[in-house]
């Protein structure tokens, strides 16, 4: 089958790549269209010495089990099941889990990928295709929500105008709580529903604004610093990005203020699926205009390469035609 293939730096399109097979309570599916994350582009820069088919953001169609012939999305990590982590219900944690196409498990960058069937989740008939894609990282700002109490009314500041921050600034909105973006873009403010207002770039560490909560997802490793600087004593920050490691930032870090201060430092990973097709379809959370462009499979590397120029928010690729099934 036709595939994107990451290798010691480089993405080649290829064409001999093998389908998956059929497994016990595991389902294949064909992919219709997949996003390029941040993430892919860390694994092409040499995060987690990937090798293999990237891509995990993906709608696409079962091709077997229960969802045969349903669009689909998909969490990303397969778990054992049966270790002490999995039965505690953090089956996210597993230490023996996969991820699709970011750890042993191929991606969504080829005609066909196959994830746990539980994995699975039927895209409502009313939400475009284009839009589900965002299914994943939308169900990741949901997670906020299942790790921090929210109070409306509480401000809220989230670091980072980029795909991630602005669907998190739009859940917490939903949420009730007053919301303001720091980021290199305000032009978005535009577009972003519920009252979010933008306040352009952030000068890194001056003042203590005294925010209630403070998401971080701008991916600059210096973004912890200011995150520290902006919430307010007994305060929250979310951090919603792996940066990648910066030793001149982390000797910035004051911890002493988070113990002075009495803050709560909350990392935040991957989310639940339903509310997040559920707000997407809704259209209470807006991504349509996050979309940049269209590649073709084929094209892959000129989709990367457009991915990670500044200020382009999401790149889709298409794999498969929509009404091919
Ligand atoms: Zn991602
Ligand atoms: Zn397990």
Redesign the pocket.
């Known amino acids: 089958m036709q595939g994107l293939w990451l290798e010691s730096g480089s993405l080649d399109f290829r064409e001999d790549l093998e389908e998956p097979l059929a497994v016990r309570n595991e389902t294949r599916v064909k992919i219709l269209r997949a996003?390029v994350?941040?993430?892919?582009l860390a694994l092409l820069r040499g995060y987690m010495d990937f090798c293999g088919v990237p891509g995990?953001?993906f709608v696409g169609i079962a091709i077997d089990g229960p969802l045969r012939g349903q669009r689909v999305v998909g969490e990303?990590n397969a778990s054992c099941g049966s270790c002490d982590t999995c039965k505690s219900g953090m089956e996210g944690h597993c230490p023996t889990r996969t991820v699709l196409g970011i750890l042993h498990r191929p991606g969504a960058f080829a005609e066909q990928i196959r994830l746990p069937t539980a994995n699975l989740h039927r895209v409502p008939d009313s939400l475009p295709t284009d839009w589900a894609t965002f299914a994943?990282?939308a169900a990741?700002a949901f997670e906020i929500r299942e790790q921090v109490a929210l109070s409306p009314g509480s401000r809220a500041l989230v670091q980072g105008d980029g795909r991630?921050g602005l669907l998190c600034a739009q859940v917490l909105a939903l949420e009730g709580l007053t919301v303001e973006v720091s980021g290199r873009h305000p032009e978005r403010e535009e577009w972003l529903p519920n009252g979010i207002g933008h306040l352009g770039t952030e000068p890194n560490g001056k003042g203590r604004p005294g925010y209630d909560l403070v998401v971080e997802a701008s991916g600059d490793p210096y973004g912890i610093v200011s995150a520290l600087n902006a919430v307010r004593p007994r305060g929250t920050v979310v951090l919603k990005t792996t940066t990648e490691p910066s030793p001149e930032a982390n000797g910035d870090l004051d911890l002493a203020q988070l113990v002075v201060n009495e803050i709560s430092l909350v990392g935040s990973r991957c989310g639940p699926f339903e509310p997040a097709l559920d707000a997407l379809n809704e259209e209470r959370l807006i991504v349509a205009p996050m979309i940049e462009a269209h590649y073709p499979l084929s094209e892959g590397q000129r989709a990367f390469d457009r991915a990670s120029q500044r200020g382009v928010l999401k790149i889709l690729i298409d794999v498969n035609d929509d009404d091919a099934n």
Request: negative net charge; aromatic residues 0%; hydrophobic residues 35%.
């Open positions: 996003g994350c941040a993430t892919d995990h953001e990303i994943e990282p990741a991630l």
